[in-house]
């Protein structure tokens, strides 16, 4: 069925790619720059080799679409964009996966597959220049915030709905770009994992199970500035020790529960070497794929800081500082992505996602959604030295697109399920 | 013998001072600075009434110096020097008690003591605008250290030489103060606790052992950055757990040893929410009156930290900031001391005291020295809620006093040692 798939033609695609727009210092494919726009030009370019119609919608993603018997729509979704100095994968390889199974469709099908299907590749998934990810999917899945959008700036001090109107797209209509899923169907998207849970496994590919709910706090404790020469230790109020409590104590709240648990920064006031820290900020981002594990964590957390701070004479003050529920997929789908990898390469796993992706957007929007993750060599992504095997990517996109085939069939099943209720 | 002396007028000298010289922030004379010079003019003003000879020494000290029977000499010193937003005793206690103890003297002796007795205003003890203290003392005893002093400047960008020049000091001959020691018999200082271990005890006064030595470092725990969502717990090279783990350890260290550690400062890199911590800096500032116990301590956190980053798969660095030995106070003199807290109040406290003081300069220069503490109210010092009850401070002055007259008795009881032996 796959006999016109050639996943080698993604890997030489992945490389020219590189050779275009990489540098010694990795991936420049930051978005709405120069370089992005000449990715969005090479890209057009390869799908106008295709029977597909291409247009950029009101939130400045592409679509390309290969009309099918039906208007119901398989959609195959990434990002070319990268952060400044980013590896070869994160993002592309969805968008040239997904171009190599337009190539095969389109071939197999004389140009007329059984559903419609479209690849898009969202507009600035990884927010590098205004700190704000995941623009284009969620202005078209409806959940941008629009007011903290408009007052984003970057360090040059350019608004964001400056910049985009600089690439021709109105701010204030960014979110008409929700027409572009009245007729989706279904979701898939291939990633490289960022982690290295397929790496521990020894694992080619997994199905992702959904992305996890983030509880994103900073935890403010205040004591009392003091002598470090003259304050017995037993009279001392030191917000860095009821901070630094914390962090062991993260890890074994993350361990109970199998989620992931992050202090990433530290700040102590005054934070000089000859006073007891007055203060201490902490922040703490806390993922589960269960919203009630995750709910857990997080009591778990503010108990801990509350006895810690008891116990040290100081106060402790919580700040949420972003907050997102798990995003669970389509069971039929993981059910199906899951066979397309046993096919493929005999085995397979079942991961969450702890960082977000454009999957998610669609997800919340509606769309029946699944991704497949590749193995990640190192366990290191937004990095130059990111990378994946070879043969793990030839696989990936093999069994990706066993899944865009199960796919259109599960679509046509469930149309026939509903014409006959 | 001390019938003339008058406790209370140096509450009102103090008074008077922190009218003349305090605004609503608290006491504002930063040496070198205008408040600072009318101070000076204050004090010798009042030193003018009393047969004393004053002089400013090569390293701006002012001396007011009351000529003995012997030229052996007994010095009285401190500092009238405040950090800005001060409090109201820190430094000119010393300064306006001495100048009570001389007026006592000189009337009860026909201005002819039996050794002479000279009173020091150190300049510069806090260091607060080029953040280097006890630079008087220092000069004078001998332990300034002239390259790194040369390259001290202000927030203003000023050199520490410049602005000396403008007080009519020249930098390069600040240690010609030395002379000063030259017949120096014995030295006392009175200051206030600056910590609570009086307050704690109950107790007005208490007798310095010495000042504790300091072992300064700055620790660097380096690990890996890694996404917060991405990365499972297990495979992480956490750079803040291991430096958190210090904290709480140091804590038992100190307890165990019977000294002082802080954690004052912490740094994260990157320092994002969604990354763990590359790189996690800490400054670690432990004190003990005892130098093996000072060098066990230290030793112990070295040990922690390797474990901690073995632990975690992260590297450690250390890199000592600073270092001074402990600094113990004269054997006699601390008898001296106790007997003059006894008859005054009836009980009496030995501790050591962590901060440095100038009594710590002269003591390294070989002057039989020692220190008497008042209780500090709040136990805090360095800010305008800095206090003393007044009569704890009339009791001080009446003990320093005795101390005083101890102290000549003793100078020239061990002069006749010598012409005896």
């Known amino acids: 069925m796959s006999a016109s798939l050639d996943p080698k033609r993604t ?40 029977p597909v119609e ?10 390309a679409t290969l009309r099918g018997e039906s208007t119901r729509e398989l959609l195959i979704g990434g990002h070319m964009d990268s952060v400044p100095n980013g590896g070869w994968l994160d993002g592309c390889l969805n968008v040239l996966a997904g171009l190599e199974i ?3 469709i389109a071939a197999q099908t004389g140009g007329r597959p059984p559903v419609t299907v479209r690849l898009v590749d969202w ?14 999917s969620s202005a078209c899945g409806g959940t941008l915030d629009m007011d903290e959008a408009r007052a984003l700036v970057d ?13 021709g797209i109105a701010f204030e209509r960014v979110k008409e770009s929700g027409v572009e899923l009245a007729r989706a169907a279904a979701y898939l998207e291939l990633h490289i994992e960022q982690g290295p849970v397929l790496l521990d496994l020894d694992l ?13 706090h900073a935890i403010t404790f205040r004591g009392q500035a003091a002598h470090s020469g003259s304050t017995p230790m037993n009279r001392r109020k030191d917000a860095f020790l009821a901070a630094a409590k914390m962090c062991p104590e993260i890890y074994r709240i993350a361990e109970r529960h199998g989620g992931v648990c992050t202090i990433g920064s530290c700040k102590t006031e005054p934070g000089i070497v000859t006073s007891v820290a007055a203060e201490c900020r902490i922040t703490l981002d806390q993922r589960h794929l269960d919203a009630a594990a995750l709910a857990a964590m997080h009591a778990e957390a503010r108990e801990a800081a509350a006895r810690f701070a008891a116990e040290g004479g100081v106060s402790v003050e919580w700040e949420r500082l972003w ?4 995003i669970p997929f389509d069971p039929d789908l993981i059910e199906l992505c899951d066979g397309a990898i046993l096919e493929t390469c005999g085995v397979s796993h079942r991961l969450p ?6 999957a998610a957007e669609v997800a919340r929007a509606g769309v029946p959604t699944v991704m497949m993750f590749v193995q990640s060599l190192l366990g290191i992504s937004h990095n130059k030295i990111e990378d994946t095997k070879e043969e793990h990517i030839e696989m990936a996109v093999a069994a990706f697109d066993r899944l865009a085939d199960r796919t259109m069939a599960w679509i046509v099943s469930r149309r026939e399920g509903v014409s006959a209720g």
């Open 11 to 50: 890997i030489a695609d992945l490389k020219e790619l590189r050779s275009l727009t990489a540098d010694e210092s990795g991936a420049q494919r930051v978005a709405f720059t120069a370089v992005w726009a000449k990715t969005r030009e090479w890209l057009t370019a390869k799908l106008a080799k295709l």
């Open 54 to 63: 291409t247009h950029i919608d009101a939130a400045g993603n592409l679509w």
């Open 102 to 104: 337009l190539r095969r």
């Open 123 to 136: 507009a600035d998934e990884e927010g590098a220049r205004f700190g704000k990810s995941l623009f284009g």
């Open 155 to 167: 360090r040059d001090g350019i608004a964001l709905p400056d910049a985009l109107e600089a690439q």
């Open 204 to 216: 080619p590919l997994g199905v992702v199970l959904g992305t996890c709910g983030v509880e994103r």
């Open 323 to 326: 907050h997102i529920e798990p």
């Open 353 to 358: 996602s702890g960082p977000l992706h454009d």
